[in-house]
């Protein structure tokens, strides 16, 4: 599909206008596309200053979008070129019937993207499975990254899962629970913030996600998820914790307390891989910790990038 505008795209993935056109007061960035060789569109926000010396580049995760970073996003404009991705399938990036993707081909997807930009000089900020794929492309780049910012991730193995998601990842189940009824976008707009979420942001959440192959992605993550060395993407992980050890950039946690999935287990075993890593822990906040603590998180992540400590 090429795309004209932004207009454009959502009458072709059928989403609602009026929605999007409340959620842009909150997200009022210019939309763009790069053209990824499977031939999908990868959608992207590429705010401040084009030829800033240092990029942020944020990576959401499972089921949210670039929404996410909005409010990282206006802080940090004005001082680095920020750029905030959709995963295929998620946001406002192509949507089509592709295979099941795995985190393999998001890591490509990702690493073809910072290639194609002529991205450098690159500060990750990466929140649930935007960190394994962020640290596999990191691996890919690695002359290409400055630091790295964590937010309630993983980016090792784990057989630590909620029995709420792992009912999400039982065949047919899951993907009638996942796709037809969207239940697993729906909770989350109530289980991963510790403060209650407006109407107006949990609409924004779910706005990409408004039907069945509009949730094709979703369903992809969850089932992609690596408990054991049967499933797809354990190898991928495996290949990236291995590696983790002999990474010497600058790294900094930054943790919601109250998260149901990625919970503290998650913050400690992350310091077994950086032990140099500075850690923030808010103890109020949730997975969303970046509505549950943003003024604090920003803070913590402008010292880090300023080396203010």
């Known amino acids: 599909m090429f795309v004209e505008n932004v207009e454009q795209v959502i009458r072709h993935q059928h989403l609602n206008p009026t929605q999007f056109q409340e959620l842009k007061s909150d997200y009022p960035f210019e939309s ?52 905030a991705i959709d995963h295929l399938g998620c946001g406002l990036s192509s949507k089509n019937d592709l295979k099941k993707l795995t985190l393999q081909d998001r890591i490509e997807h990702l690493s073809e993207f910072i290639e194609g930009m002529g991205l450098k000089k690159i500060h990750l900020v990466a929140h649930d499975w935007g960190g394994a794929i962020g640290m596999g492309s990191v691996l ?38 996942n796709r037809f009824l969207g239940g697993f976008s729906w909770a989350a707009t109530f289980m991963a913030s510790s403060k209650k979420l407006s109407k107006k942001t949990k609409n924004a959440y779910l706005f990409p996600y408004n039907s069945f192959k509009n949730r094709k992605a979703i369903d992809d993550f969850v089932k992609d998820i690596p408990l054991g060395p049967s499933d797809q993407s354990y190898q991928t992980l495996k290949n990236i914790e ?26 400690k075993k992350f310091l077994d891989f950086f032990p140099h890593a500075q850690g923030v822990i808010f103890e109020e906040a949730g997975h969303y910790v970046l509505e549950d603590d943003l003024e604090q998180a920003t803070d913590e992540i402008r010292k880090f990038l300023n080396n203010d400590q």
Not at 54 to 67: F, Q, R
């Open 32 to 83: 763009n596309w790069y053209a990824l060789n499977n031939g999908s569109l990868m959608h992207y926000v590429d705010e401040g200053d084009p030829d800033a010396a240092e990029v942020m580049l944020m990576v959401h995760g499972n089921p949210t979008w670039s929404y996410y970073f909005r409010n990282l996003i206006k802080n940090f404009k004005n001082q680095y070129r920020v750029i």
């Open 242 to 267: 291995d590696q983790l050890l002999d990474v010497e950039l600058p790294v900094l946690l930054i943790w919601g307390a109250k998260d149901f999935c990625f919970h503290l287990g998650f913050f």
């Open 140 to 177: 890919q780049n690695r002359e290409k990254f400055e630091s790295l910012i964590f937010l309630n991730t993983a980016v090792f193995n784990s057989t630590d899962i909620p029995a709420s998601i792992a009912w999400c990842r039982r065949p047919w189940l899951g993907s009638f629970i």
